[in-house]
């Protein structure tokens, strides 16, 4: 019965996880009815064709869910009724920005919305973190590992966890993700492609700091969209295999694709889809750009970003879409994430659909550029 299906607040859900998990639910019918939350207007939110009747004006609230004052227009329903689940997709995704910025984002968000479940009894509460919280280790990093976060993201991620954690009554799960990629997305896969595409028309090789063994995991947006929705199924159901003795009182999930995926790897599918050759700098030259990281990232932006302009120009792209070669610093870390996804699999049943990166997925996601008219 239509009845009993769950109703879903997705805070966030313009996002690039948010439009996807609200697709993902609509196109399935799992929910009684279904609420995105965002600051962000979806006439502005970069939104392909396919995420119109899930991300349509009926089920659409703008709102800043970090302003007190907006959180019981968001959570109020009909009759005084309450959202069973809550998942809390927001927060501020671009890296080096002011602590602030990510202290009211991020921090702040989280702590809101989590307080505001919490007393409206929400059955099921998704926090998404990072798997940037972990400390890096030889080994993947398994949800009870130390952390160490060493991206300002994770930072603000990490203190979101242990703050919603003491929340009285909060139904909550920590979701830590790794790199996500898939059809429009305009992070880490994106910025890669895009200077694959600048060093292919200048008929450069490619250089990439650092080792091709620096491990750089990844998830496939389908599959963690999929994850993030058995999660929620699960904690409803009543946490079967959840040892609270031995994983402790919030259950605390890694979704990671098994394909153990570095720098390497992905160095080689982008040098087999654009024809270009690659290497990786060594240790000397790594070394110097460790110490130099502010000018050696400044060098390349102003290496790639006038070539990146002419492209789109000669494209005829006038209107450009959310992508660019531009280099975060932060991104540029010699820091392992490395993530073990085994508790997911054992505890909640889950199975990966798209558990490698493949060349194959990194064309699709080249293809829906092009479908955006975003790609030169």
Same mark, same amino acid.
């Given at each position: 019965?239509?009845?009993?299906?769950?109703? %879903?607040?997705?805070?966030? &859900?313009?996002? @690039?996880?948010?439009?996807?998990?609200?697709?993902? +639910?609509?196109?399935?019918?799992?929910?009684?009815?279904?609420?995105?939350?965002?600051?962000?207007?979806?006439?502005?939110?970069?939104?392909?064709?396919?995420?119109?009747?899930?991300?349509?004006?009926?089920?659409?609230?703008?709102?800043?869910?970090?302003?007190?004052?907006?959180?019981?227009?968001?959570?109020?329903?009909?009759?005084?009724?309450?959202?069973?689940?809550?998942?809390?997709? &927001?927060?501020?995704?671009?890296?080096?920005?002011?602590?602030?910025?990510?202290?009211?984002?991020?921090? &702040?968000?989280?702590?809101?919305?989590?307080?505001?479940?919490?007393? *409206?009894? %929400?059955?099921?509460?998704?926090?998404?973190?990072?798997?940037?919280?972990?400390?890096?280790?030889?080994?993947? #990093?398994?949800?009870?590992?130390?952390?160490?976060?060493?991206?300002? +993201?994770?930072?603000?991620?990490?203190?979101?966890?242990?703050?919603?954690?003491?929340?009285?009554?909060?139904?909550?799960?920590?979701?830590?993700?790794?790199?996500?990629?898939?059809? @429009?997305?305009?992070?880490?896969?994106?910025?890669?492609?895009?200077?694959?595409?600048?060093?292919?028309?200048?008929?450069?090789?490619?250089?990439?700091? =650092?080792?091709? !063994?620096?491990?750089?995991?990844?998830?496939?947006?389908?599959?963690?969209?999929?994850?993030?929705?058995?999660?929620?199924?699960? @904690?409803?159901?009543?946490?079967?295999? =959840?040892?609270?003795?031995?994983?402790?009182?919030?259950?605390?999930?890694?979704?990671?694709?098994?394909?153990?995926?570095?720098?390497?790897? +992905?160095?080689?599918?982008?040098?087999? /889809?654009?024809?270009?050759? $690659?290497?990786?700098?060594?240790?000397?030259?790594?070394?110097?750009? *460790?110490?130099?990281?502010?000018? %050696?990232? !400044?060098?390349?932006?102003?290496? /790639?970003?006038?070539? $990146?302009?002419?492209?789109? #120009?000669?494209?005829?792209?006038?209107?450009?879409?959310?992508?660019?070669?531009?280099?975060?610093?932060?991104?540029?870390?010699?820091? !392992?994430? #490395?993530?073990?996804?085994?508790?997911?699999?054992?505890?909640?049943?889950?199975?990966?659909?798209?558990? /490698?990166?493949?060349?194959?997925?990194?064309?699709?996601?080249?293809? #829906?550029?092009?479908?955006?008219?975003? =790609?030169?």
């Amino acid at each position: 019965m239509a009845s009993e299906k769950p109703s %879903v607040l997705i805070i966030g &859900g313009l996002g @690039y996880i948010g439009r996807f998990l609200a697709k993902y +639910i609509h196109d399935n019918e799992l929910a009684s009815e279904l609420r995105l939350v965002d600051k962000v207007l979806p006439q502005l939110a970069w939104l392909a064709p396919e995420f119109e009747n899930a991300c349509s004006a009926a089920n659409f609230m703008q709102a800043d869910a970090s302003k007190e004052q907006a959180l019981a227009r968001i959570f109020d329903r009909a009759e005084g009724k309450k959202w069973d689940y809550v998942f809390n997709c &927001g927060g501020e995704t671009r890296y080096s920005q002011e602590d602030e910025v990510y202290k009211v984002r991020s921090l &702040g968000l989280s702590l809101a919305v989590g307080a505001e479940a919490a007393k *409206r009894g %929400v059955k099921c509460f998704v926090e998404l973190s990072t798997g940037m919280v972990y400390k890096p280790n030889s080994s993947p #990093s398994k949800e009870g590992d130390k952390l160490k976060p060493w991206s300002k +993201i994770a930072t603000y991620k990490a203190q979101a966890e242990e703050e919603l954690a003491k929340i009285d009554g909060l139904n909550l799960v920590i979701v830590r993700l790794p790199h996500v990629y898939g059809p @429009y997305a305009s992070q880490w896969v994106a910025t890669a492609l895009c200077l694959a595409r600048v060093y292919q028309s200048l008929d450069e090789e490619m250089k990439w700091l =650092w080792t091709k !063994d620096l491990r750089t995991n990844t998830a496939h947006i389908d599959d963690v969209t999929r994850a993030l929705w058995a999660v929620a199924s699960w @904690y409803d159901s009543g946490k079967a295999n =959840w040892d609270t003795k031995a994983m402790g009182k919030v259950p605390i999930f890694n979704v990671v694709d098994k394909g153990i995926t570095t720098q390497g790897t +992905i160095a080689s599918i982008i040098g087999e /889809v654009f024809g270009i050759k $690659w290497e990786f700098q060594g240790q000397l030259l790594s070394n110097f750009a *460790r110490l130099n990281m502010d000018s %050696v990232v !400044d060098d390349v932006n102003d290496d /790639v970003l006038g070539p $990146w302009a002419d492209l789109l #120009s000669e494209a005829g792209i006038t209107r450009p879409g959310p992508l660019t070669p531009f280099m975060e610093k932060e991104l540029l870390k010699d820091t !392992d994430l #490395s993530m073990d996804g085994s508790r997911l699999e054992t505890v909640v049943g889950f199975e990966y659909k798209k558990p /490698v990166i493949t060349k194959d997925l990194v064309t699709d996601v080249i293809e #829906s550029y092009k479908k955006m008219k975003w =790609w030169p």
